[in-house]
């Protein structure tokens, strides 16, 4: 009677367990379907923000914002399947007019800096916005991760947002009504795609780029100093004081800037005063897309591969984060919390004639595609 009790128990146990299983899988199942979705955010200078929501067949999630045109999280899963966001960012639009320092936000017109604010071209001299010390940084005093951009969806199953923003001539001092279009599209492959377009009717210097940190561990608790990094660069550009190119291209051989080879940011710290922050020139001959650098952690083992256009990279350890403010689980965001890893062309190209040029023409179509692609080491 017992033995018999127990069999039927346990069939019975076993058979929940088994709908349980069925139910949650058919669960998964009927969740995921790709695609975007949008919810209200608030509004800011008149303009209505949305949160956008972009799901792949994965049933990865990346979520964007037309307020700075923001990536606020990607989640994918680590090792033991739990997924959690790689990017930081907050769940709501307020802090964000706190003006953090560019969590995810695109960049423009100027990625980084232009030394003492001003350029000279076809014999004019412009004068910007200086917001860094006597320098222009990321675009001014309200860059385009300041404003509200045109938020459109093709189609509500396809994980794509298009995002437009016209800049006005002599906004923070550039020349050219400038109309820029960004497209943002998670791939089934974990791959967060953006790709850039724009066009002007009076030549302007232009780079434009994405500002989202990393941690790949999910929890911006762990220090960053301890994930590997390989970025395939034999040069990078050293700097002043005030982190102003000074035109060299310098070799990374035998330097603390050799991450030819995977190695653990930490291991050449201490001989970076202030930490990197720093443009790598990238061994690419050309604009095509390619593989430039591969970002890993073994805690969560996620590796980030990052494809790019772009010549250079700029590298930079959240050194001037500061605990003010907080990640989406409310951690404080300290230095080393987080990182970039910036895909554009050199910082102050304009005034460097040595350097790649950044000018763009009226008739010209600008072009630059990044992805930054999530999986499980093996
Ligand atoms: C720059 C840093 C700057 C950071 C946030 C990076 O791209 O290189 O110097 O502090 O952005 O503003």
Known sequence: MKILKIILVTGIVGLLITSCNNSSENEKKAVIKPGITKTDWGVFDGKKVYLFTLVNAKGDTVTITNYGGAVTSFKTPDKNGNRSSIIVGFDSLQPYLQHPPYFGALIGRYGNRIGDAKFTLDGTTYQLSANDGKNTLHGGLKGFDKVVWDASIASDTVPELTLKYLSKDGEEGYPGNLNVTVHYTLTNDDGLKIEYEAETDKATPLNLTNHSYFNLSGNVSNTILNETLMIDADHYTPVDSTLIPTGEIKAVKGTPFDFTSPKKIGRDFSAVPGGYDHNFVLNKKDSSLEKV????????????????????????????????????GGEPLIQHSALALETQHFPDSPNKPNFPSTILKPGEKYHQVTIYKVKLSR
């Open 293 to 328: 650098a591969e970002l890993s952690d073994s805690i969560s083992g996620r590796t980030m591969e990052i494809y790019t256009t772009q010549p250079g990279l700029q590298f930079y350890t959240g050194n001037f984060l500061d605990g003010k403010f907080l990640n989406h």
